[in-house]
DNA sequence: CTCAATGTGTAGTGTAGACTACACTATCTT
DNA sequence: AAGATAGTGTAGTCTACACTACACATTGAG
């Protein structure tokens, strides 16, 4: 009887997109910068400009407004990072250009914006989670490991859990300067920085995993 | 006029300890179920038993009663994480001993729960930042820092940056499976993934970090 | 005993905000 | 021209909840 069926409207007219976009836009700015919960749905619809009942009528719910805007977030800031080329350039050149790029975008103030919003909200929002772990995270972390394979068919490296060791590479990469950023506790790190770090460890990850395991 | 100063009452009597103890034991147990923002402080007194004007009285208002709370559970829990006789051992007993306890500390429910309260708030309260960081995380990797140091000053390892170090090797300790968790997104790992897991990461890190760099 | 501090219980107050109702308009298609 | 489809704008309902007021109990010190 009451179950409103959250719309997922593909929207049909080019006007409707305009405003959909509108409303993403602003939910978008406003979410991010004061957080799911001290966002009224009014407040984006003034935002935004144009009606409350259209957002209802895309949406369905505050939710539906919210995964919408999550879920094009986060394909869009990891669509950026590209993995081309990469097969032809030296590992060392080839971790080193995967790494700074990676960094720069999780280190960035919207990508950790987001992250902070998902944290927050996935215990109400299970689907939220997958949403954005496979349109973001899960996705770059999928692409290293592809090209450990890649590597690994080759014979240039030797043969183990390519996600596994993905997954290594990319913790050390972030550390702990992912949480102090997501918790502000520093002002961001300067580019150099972020490329000594880098340049560190993938010097140490190559070390330690390339070598032969003949233990 | 109106800065109704946040109480920190330190507790006279022996029953204004108890009470305090049942409204923070309360609050633990629903602001890590169901969130910061989804509980009232009614439903704390509620399961706490005693009455809200106790609540505001010793807490100030509810922001004061969350950083309490933050605050005695992430030092509770770090501290059960002892170095003791660490430097005893050889390095991968070592590293592979305080691995395993981290791991297994950061992956309780628990933990986690803090974990995503403290990112969820963390943007409006942000002395709750700090509390966390320098109560939690900060201090593990400042230990492990000053292992790293210990052992340089015996010329055991190539000096270096050691807490850019130990951040290092607890990022790829937590790798992916912290956010995985975090975002439940999979089922808690045994304890004999988690021992792999380490072993691997011990692995890896000694190859890297051990060797003399001498380019 | 008494008085001061602390805890209890109830019953508000004020506000914010998600969601709906409804009457109206713009656009496009055939 | 007519009617379907989507957008606008306003006003309102209903509920949840942080925080306060106030009158009453308990305790313990001197």
Redesign the pocket.
């Known amino acids: 009887m009451?179950s409103?069926a959250p719309k997922d409207?593909p929207?049909?007219?080019?006007?409707?997109?305009?405003?959909?976009d509108?409303l993403l836009d602003a939910a978008q700015r406003l979410f991010l910068e004061h957080g799911y919960?001290?966002?009224?749905?009014?407040?984006?619809?003034a935002q935004?400009?144009?009606?409350?009942?259209?957002?209802?009528?895309?949406f369905?719910?505050?939710?539906?407004l919210f995964q919408a805007m999550i879920e094009r977030r986060s394909h869009h800031i990891y669509d950026t990072l590209t993995a081309e080329g990469v097969d032809e350039l030296p590992v060392e050149a080839a971790l080193q250009r995967l790494g700074i790029d990676l960094l720069i975008k999780v280190m960035d103030e919207e990508t950790l914006g987001i992250y902070r919003e998902v944290v927050a909200e996935s215990p109400r929002q299970p689907p939220l989670a997958r949403l954005f772990f496979d349109g973001g995270p899960g996705r770059v972390r999928q692409a290293l490991a592809d090209y450990f394979e890649r590597r690994m068919q080759r014979q240039l490296m030797p043969a183990c859990d390519s996600v596994e060791l993905a997954g290594i590479f990319l913790g050390m990469l972030l550390g702990e300067w992912h949480l102090i950023r997501v918790l502000q506790l520093e002002s961001p790190p300067s580019r150099a920085a972020m490329e000594k770090r880098v340049e560190r460890c993938a010097d140490l990850f190559l070390r330690g995993a390339m070598a032969d395991r003949t233990e």
């Open positions: 009451s409103p409207s929207p049909t007219t080019e006007r409707g997109r305009q405003r959909r509108a919960g001290q966002v009224s749905v009014n407040d984006i619809v935004a400009g144009g009606s409350l009942s259209t957002l209802y009528r895309h369905g719910n505050k939710e539906g």
